[in-house]
């Protein structure tokens, strides 16, 4: 949807800028609200429409209010419907980001015979609305909603063991909201056992395990073209490798492997507390 301004209608519409309708108003407040917590985004709508025959058209539901949202940075457009005069939608976690865009509007849900609100200029005539036409719009709101901090990527997986998966093999299955990590039965119970080890185990055990989960998750990703975008591990995934600058069209499996998960074998010196040169005789 494409919405302007200068945009000319074929019938009388109801504007801040447009003298359409004469001693007629709307106006729209937005309020919006994230979680900080959960980074769910709450958008609250009040609107007031000072010309009773496009208000009785939204109170009776042949019309209805909401706002066309764009956000560039996720790609989300969408044409969203709230109550009046009174109305409120949650975003889920990550839909906005950035500069988002929210453009107040009325449109009719169905078709309208012999449209010609009270207060129309004189050069207009009774004619007839398509359902989706716009009656009425607002100035676009423009606000700004903070980028979450991006978890890490050993957040993203979940580890689980399968009697039909051999032991000592991994299998990766990218397809699901969480990355899903599947391994035989004894094997799982090593690899956790290990986990709740002192630090310097666990560093070692994470280190050997994630390392090739991560590289093959980039693999899968070089060759999926884009079958992984619905999944909930995606864009935070994504984010992590623009943030750090990795192609993941044409990546370096091992080395973006270790910058993702914040190169562990540096840890692991931290750990032992370093190596030592080896003497030379």
């Known amino acids: 949807m494409k919405i302007s301004e200068a945009t000319i209608y074929p019938y009388p519409l109801l504007a801040p800028w447009s003298d359409d ?18 980074h769910q985004l709450s958008i609250r709508i009040s609107s007031r429409i000072d010309q ?19 956000c560039r940075e996720t790609g989300l457009r969408r044409l969203l419907q709230v109550g009046y005069p009174e109305g409120a939608h949650d975003f889920a976690p990550g839909a906005l980001l950035g500069r988002v865009a929210l453009r107040p509007l009325v449109w009719a849900t169905e078709r309208i015979d012999r449209y010609l609100p009270r207060g129309a200029h004189s050069e207009f005539l009774e004619c007839e609305v398509e359902a989706g036409r716009i009656l009425a719009l607002d100035y676009e709101k423009i ?41 035989g039965v004894r094997t799982h119970a090593l690899v956790q056992g290990l986990r709740y080890g002192d630090e310097v185990t666990k560093q070692v055990a994470m280190t050997s395990l994630f390392v090739p989960m991560v590289m093959t998750v980039l693999d899968q990703l070089r060759a999926s073209k884009g079958q992984f975008e619905g999944c909930r591990w995606y864009r935070p995934f994504m984010a992590r490798c623009e ?39």
């Open 52 to 70: 009773p025959d496009i208000e009785g058209l939204v109170t009776t539901g042949r019309a209805a209010l909401g706002c066309f949202v764009t």
């Open 243 to 281: 943030e750090l600058n990795i192609n993941v069209d044409e990546p370096d499996l091992m080395n973006d492997a270790l910058k993702l998960l914040g190169s562990p074998f540096g840890g692991l010196v931290c750990l032992t507390g370093g190596v030592e040169e080896p003497e030379h005789g």
């Open 21 to 38: 309708i004469a001693e007629a108003s709307i106006r729209t407040d937005l309020a919006f609200r994230e979680d900080k917590e959960s």
């Open 143 to 183: 606000i700004e909603v903070t980028r979450p901090p991006l978890p890490k990527v050993e957040s993203l997986f979940d580890i689980d063991f399968s009697p039909e998966i051999p032991e000592e093999t991994f299998d990766v299955d990218a397809g699901e909201d969480r990355i899903v990590v599947r391994m």
